[in-house]
């Protein structure tokens, strides 16, 4: 199983993902559970072409700021006009992407914290981002330990 936190550490809260990512490397991972901190979501396709799951973690922006769900693929918004990335490239057009590469690519788990817009040249998060990064690392281990990604729960 891989975990991949999507952000940008230089834009505040959109460093989300990154930040459950280093929560996690403190963290007694189960072996065989890999962490990828990732700048872009393109970056996702060679992770989602090895044929494991995999859980992304990245920042929504949406009010309020400090909400942690969990998402299908099939509940991304698939809308080019979509505000749901402050990439150039959505997560959802990542995995499309990697689909048409990698036929055997497996179903991916979203944990999705919800942010206002990312500010630029601001380092460190919000407090409310901060205690969701707590609450989707715990929720990530918990999922890692009891063995796959389908026990992720809200």
């Known amino acids: 199983m891989w975990v991949a936190g999507l952000g940008q550490v230089a834009a505040g809260d959109d460093g989300v993902?990154?930040?459950?990512?280093?929560?996690?490397?403190?963290?007694?991972?189960?072996?065989?559970?890999?962490?990828?901190?990732?700048?872009?979501?393109?970056?996702?396709?060679?992770?989602?072409?090895t044929g494991e799951a995999g859980v992304v973690v990245d920042a929504v922006l949406a009010a309020p700021p400090g909400v942690t769900r969990v998402l299908t693929e099939d509940e991304l918004d698939p809308s080019p006009s979509a505000a749901v990335s402050s990439h150039g490239l959505s997560v959802?057009?990542?995995?499309?992407?990697?689909?048409?590469?990698?036929?055997?690519v497996r179903p991916v788990t979203f944990v999705a914290i919800?942010?206002?817009?990312?500010?630029?040249?601001?380092?460190?998060?919000?407090?409310?981002?901060?205690?969701?990064?707590?609450?989707?690392?715990?929720?990530?281990?918990?999922?890692?330990?009891?063995?796959?990604i389908t026990t992720l729960r809200p």
């Not at 959802?92 to 990698?102: E, P, Y």
């Not at 630029?120 to 990530?140: I, T």
């Open 17 to 49: 993902g990154l930040r459950v990512i280093e929560l996690l490397m403190q963290a007694d991972l189960p072996e065989g559970v890999s962490l990828h901190r990732l700048a872009d979501p393109v970056e996702l396709v060679p992770l989602l072409g």
């Open 92 to 104: 959802l057009q990542a995995v499309r992407l990697a689909r048409a590469i990698h036929p055997a």
């Open 114 to 148: 919800q942010i206002a817009a990312p500010t630029a040249h601001h380092h460190g998060l919000s407090p409310d981002v901060e205690a969701a990064a707590l609450e989707a690392a715990a929720l990530v281990l918990a999922t890692a330990q009891a063995g796959g």
